[in-house]
Nanobody
Framework: VQLQASGGGLVQAGGSLRLSCAAS????????IDWYRQAPGKQRELVAG???????NYADSVKGRFSISRDNAKNTVYLQMNSLNPEDTAVYYC?????????????????WGQGTQVTVSS
């Protein structure tokens, strides 16, 4: 399974960005595709995830601001990020695994995208 993340960039506080994660390869046994982020000096944290059956969930820190959606025909997951603030600055990664989804233990995931930088200026 290959994951290709894109869509990061520099935005002012209060702005919006949309990240994309396209999955390819042997995706038949992948249910959840999740987004993690890692800020400098911090551990990688789960941000949001979406299953093939439209189950979604979010970290408390992004609820009401971020929205995850999935296009199963394209094997692509989108993370719409609104009302961004400087604390959202991080490298954002998409992740997938046949056995895990919406799991805060990043070490459990076998497949990772390359990461896309999101920088929010104040």
């Amino acid at each position: 399974v290959q994951l290709q993340a894109s869509g990061g960039g520099l935005v002012q506080a209060g702005g919006s960005l949309r990240l994309s994660c396209a999955a390819s390869g042997s995706t038949f046994n992948i249910n959840f595709i999740d987004w993690y982020r890692q800020a400098p000096g911090k551990q990688r944290e789960l941000v949001a995830g979406a299953s093939g059956g439209s189950v979604t969930n979010y970290a408390d820190s992004v609820k009401g601001r971020f929205s995850i959606s999935r296009d199963n025909a394209k094997n692509t997951v989108y993370l719409q990020m609104n009302s961004l603030n400087p604390e959202d600055t991080a490298v954002y990664y998409c992740a997938a695994d046949p056995a895990y989804g919406l799991d805060s233990r990043a070490s459990k995931y076998d497949y990772w995208g390359q990461g896309t930088q999101v920088t929010v200026s104040s």
